[in-house]
């Protein structure tokens, strides 16, 4: 069972981009995931999190407003979409899943989850 993140890069203040995090076949069907950072010298916080369904999200106070959560039509791929990103946005970006029976549930704490991706590196420039 492994979870791929994607989609880091160096980008500009005020810029984009979209995160992927691709799982196993139909893996966020009942599967919640969460989207975490490491900062450099920091511990990993989490920035978004989502119940499979997709009817219930959560997003740090952080990055509320500017980034969003989705998934797939297809429930193999979760987005997590960057938009005005600041130079405090650097961090090595990883995903992460669990089981959930209910559908309606998210999760915030790191502890809570038992598949982790790789992580991937976004670099905003000031």
């Known amino acids: 069972v492994q979870l791929q993140a994607s989609g880091g890069g160096l980008v500009q203040a005020g810029g984009s981009l979209r995160l992927s995090c691709a799982g196993w076949k139909r893996a966020f069907s009942h599967h919640a995931v969460g989207w975490f950072r490491q900062p450099p010298g920091k511990e990993r916080e989490i920035v978004a999190a989502?119940?499979?369904?997709?009817?219930?999200?959560y997003f740090a106070d952080s990055v509320k407003g500017r980034f969003t959560i989705s998934g797939s039509g297809t429930k193999e791929t979760v987005y997590l979409q960057m938009n005005s990103l600041k130079p405090e946005d650097t961090a090595v970006y990883y995903c992460a899943a669990r089981f959930d029976s209910t559908g309606s549930r998210f999760y915030t704490d790191r502890s809570e989850y038992n598949f982790w991706g790789q992580g991937t590196l976004v670099t905003v420039s000031s």
């Open positions: 989502r119940s499979w369904s997709g009817r219930n999200t």
